[in-house]
């Protein structure tokens, strides 16, 4: 039997996580990313260009099928032009509805997903002062976003008085933003799920994560004080926008979970469509990671087991290099490394700590926590 490839656009660390669990399937992967040297590279062959780059989208392709991607910010049209010779996943009107987070909000709202409320301002048709309407009808405080190119909290806004919104309304707004309520959450959890061609799908259960400066920190898997019904609400929210966008493969719905602790109310933030940051946990904590489960998903194969082994708590290493040998010293503790170059802000590792009592890993995970500095 020859060996399947699969393309992928991008060669982040997704890509190489990704590229590690295929390769243990016997199914190689090529990669297209303008970066120098990314972290995919040691899983595969990478392609060097630019991501609208035709002719390297041909190579890419040469013998590879189908195509998905590990960053959701590739041009839609690249998948487009893919899509005229083989199989993508997502498709490119998927990727068009979760790279604008206005079309995605109206998509949650077809499904009858709750979120919170929003107003949209495109500069190209309305004046500035609409702007300040658009900020009147949600009232402060707000989170003002670009509708485009978001990610890890990048090209966000919180607006909490008068004088932050004055501020703001000062500077020159020159792209589409959205303008959503601040919601109050008491924590934040995601959803993971996979789907397949077929319409099967298998779910990991919720997962708590935590945040600082927009950027992901840690995850606990599974989330404590979940409910049969509130892990069956999530999955409801995540299978309809799965059927909506007509989505094969691992995709990631993170949520607020607001009101009151235990009063189960969740809404929607946004989709990830790729296999996400927040089930890292899954390689070590899952009867099969998110990273197989993808492949299984786009390759037509059968779904893996998402149930939890045990209890995992992943710290991201954000601009650190903890030394190998302490936190390999924590027991239950496995790292995992990108390759890349360290900068401040830039996640270039993390760590899971697995283990039968959530107790014992959240103090161990502490412990890993202190020599990242985090
Ligand atoms: P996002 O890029 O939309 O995932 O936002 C990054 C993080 O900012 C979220 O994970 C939250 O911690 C915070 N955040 C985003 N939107 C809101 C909101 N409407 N209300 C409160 N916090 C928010």
């Known amino acids: ?44 062959e990478v392609v060097g260009a630019e991501f609208d780059d035709r002719k390297a989208i041909d190579v890419l392709l040469r013998g590879a099928a189908p195509l998905t991607i590990e960053f959701e910010n590739v041009p839609a049209a690249a998948v487009e032009y893919a899509a005229r010779s083989v199989a993508t996943y997502p498709s490119a009107a998927a990727l068009r509805v979760t790279q604008c987070r206005a079309s995605e909000k109206r998509v949650f709202a077809e499904c009858g997903v709750p979120t919170n409320r929003t107003a949209a301002w495109d500069p190209g048709s309305q004046p500035a002062d609409e702007l300040r309407a658009a900020i009147d009808a949600i009232g402060l405080p707000v989170v003002v976003k670009t509708q485009y190119n978001g990610y ?80 069956a609400r999530a999955e409801g929210y995540a299978r309809a926008l799965m059927e909506r966008l007509g989505y094969v493969g691992v995709m990631a719905l993170e949520l607020f979970e607001a009101g009151t602790p235990g009063s189960g109310v969740l809404l929607a933030n946004e989709i990830a469509p790729r296999v996400h940051n927040s089930g890292h946990w899954t390689i070590e904590g899952a009867r099969t990671s998110q990273f197989e489960n993808h492949v299984r998903a786009i390759l037509d194969l059968p779904l893996g087991e998402t149930a939890a082994v045990g209890s995992c708590v992943m710290v991201n290493l954000i601009g650190v290099e903890p030394d190998r040998a302490a936190v390999l010293a924590i027991p239950g503790a496995s790292y995992h490394w990108y390759g890349k170059a360290v900068r401040a802000g830039r996640k270039v590792g993390h760590v899971t700590v697995w283990g039968d009592d959530a107790g014992v890993v959240a103090e161990r995970a502490a412990a890993v926590e202190r020599l990242a500095g985090s």
């Open 152 to 231: 890890d909290g990048k090209f966000q806004w919180v607006l909490r008085s008068e004088s932050d919104l004055e501020k703001f309304l000062g500077d020159t707004h020159r792209l589409p933003l959205i303008v959503e309520e601040f919601v109050p959450f008491w924590r934040e959890l995601s959803i993971i799920g996979a789907r397949r061609p077929g319409g099967q799908t298998a779910f990991y259960p919720l997962v708590e994560n935590t945040h600082a400066g927009g950027i992901l920190r840690r995850t606990v898997a599974p989330a404590p004080k979940v409910t049969p019904e509130l892990q």
């Open 1 to 44: 039997m020859s060996q399947p490839m699969i393309a992928i656009l991008g060669a982040g660390q997704l890509g190489r996580m990704l590229g590690l669990a295929a390769a243990r399937m016997g199914v190689a992967c090529r990669f297209l990313d303008p970066a120098e040297s990314p972290p995919a590279g040691v899983v595969g």
